[in-house]
C-alpha cells in the first residue's frame, strides 16, 4: 500500500497484479475504505493478466481526512480524485469498477473524461444525479432505520466502533443472509487502519453534492451488475441505466443485497467481469 500526495489531499492505495498490464480502478461507495474490496476478490481478478488498483476515498482508511461533520471537499471533488490517483500512476487510460456512489462517481468520469476509460462497470448504482423517472425508493424496512435516533457511539472504544460498523452494514444484506464474521472480519481491518471512523462514517453523507451528468452520454463499453434484492437501489435503476447507456449489458443477480459483490457470487461475477474487461 502507498499514500500518494496529490493537489493537497493524500489518498491511499493498493496495486496487484503486473504494473504493465491494463489497470482496473476499483471505486468503493458511500463511507466505505478500500477494504471491501478484498484481497481475494482482486487477485481473482487480476489472474496475473490485470492490474487491479484499489484506493481508499478522502474520509476512509489511510486518505486525508476531515473533521466529523465538516468536510471541506465535494462530490466532484470525490469524482475528481480518480483522475488524480491514476495520474500519479502514471496511468492514462483504466477500466473504471464504481459500486454504488462509487458507479455515480465511475458515470461522471466516463461522461467528462471520456478519453480515460477503458470499459465501465457499474455495481448496485443508480443514474449519476438521481433525475432520471420514476425510479422506485430504497425499501420501506431500510428507510425506516434512518428515522431512529442516531445511536451514541464513543468513538475512542475501538470495539464499540467495529460493532457500529457491522450493524451500519446489517440492513443493506440480501437474502443470502448476513455474513456477520465476514463483516466484522473487514470492519475490524477498516477500523484499525482508519484515520477518523467518525469521520468515515458521516462525511460522504453531507458534503456538497458534484453536479450531475447524463448517463446516456456514456460512449464507453459498459457492464451493469444489479441485484434483484437490493434494498437501497432496487432492481429498475439497474435496468434504467443499462437501457440508458448505448450498448450496456445487464448481469441481474439473485440474494445479494447492497453490496461489493460477496464470495458467493465470485463464480459469477468474476467470470463475467474480467470478459468484459479483457474485450474492453
Known amino acids: ?14 496495486r496487484r497484479g503486473p504494473e504493465d498490464a491494463p489497470a482496473v480502478l476499483l471505486i468503493a461507495g458511500g463511507a466505505q475504505s478500500m477494504d471491501w474490496w ?11 493478466e490485470l492490474q487491479v488498483i484499489r484506493y481508499d476515498h478522502r474520509d476512509t482508511g489511510q486518505s486525508s481526512t476531515c473533521p466529523p461533520g465538516h468536510p471541506d471537499y465535494t462530490g466532484d471533488d470525490l469524482a475528481a480524485d480518480p483522475l488524480r490517483l491514476l495520474d500519479a500512476l502514471g496511468i492514462r487510460k483504466a477500466h473504471l469498477v464504481g459500486m454504488s456512489m462509487g458507479g455515480g462517481i465511475a458515470q461522471v468520469i466516463a461522461v467528462r473524461a471520456r478519453e480515460r476509460v477503458r470499459t465501465l462497470t457499474l455495481i448496485e448504482s443508480s443514474p449519476a444525479g438521481g433525475r432520471y423517472g420514476q425510479l422506485p425508493p430504497p425499501s420501506p424496512g431500510l428507510a425506516a432505520g434512518w428515522e431512529e435516533p442516531q445511536t451514541e457511539i464513543d468513538w475512542s472504544d475501538e470495539t464499540a466502533v467495529i460493532d457500529y460498523r457491522v450493524d451500519s452494514e446489517r440492513p443493506y444484506a440480501g437474502p443470502l443472509g448476513f455474513d456477520e464474521a465476514r463483516v466484522r472480519a473487514l470492519a475490524t481491518l ?8 467518525q469521520s468515515s462514517m458521516s462525511n460522504h453523507f453531507i458534503a456538497e453534492p458534484g453536479s450531475s451528468v447524463d448517463p446516456a452520454e456514456i460512449r464507453v463499453p459498459t457492464l451493469v451488475f444489479h441485484s434483484e434484492d437490493d434494498p437501497m437501489f432496487p432492481l429498475p435503476h439497474g435496468e434504467v441505466l443499462a437501457r440508458m447507456i448505448p450498448g450496456a449489458g445487464l448481469v441481474r443477480l439473485k440474494g445479494m443485497g447492497h453490496e461489493i459483490p460477496p464470495p458467493a457470487l465470485w463464480d459469477i461475477v468474476v467470470p463475467e467481469l474480467r470478459r468484459h474487461l479483457l474485450q474492453g
Open 1 to 14: 500500500m502507498e499514500i500518494h500526495e496529490l493537489q493537497g489531499i493524500e489518498l491511499a492505495a493498493d
Open 38 to 48: 478484498t484481497p481475494g476478490f482482486c487477485e481473482l481478478l487480476a489472474a496475473g
Open 190 to 197: 477498516e477500523v484499525g487502519r482508519s484515520r477518523n471512523m
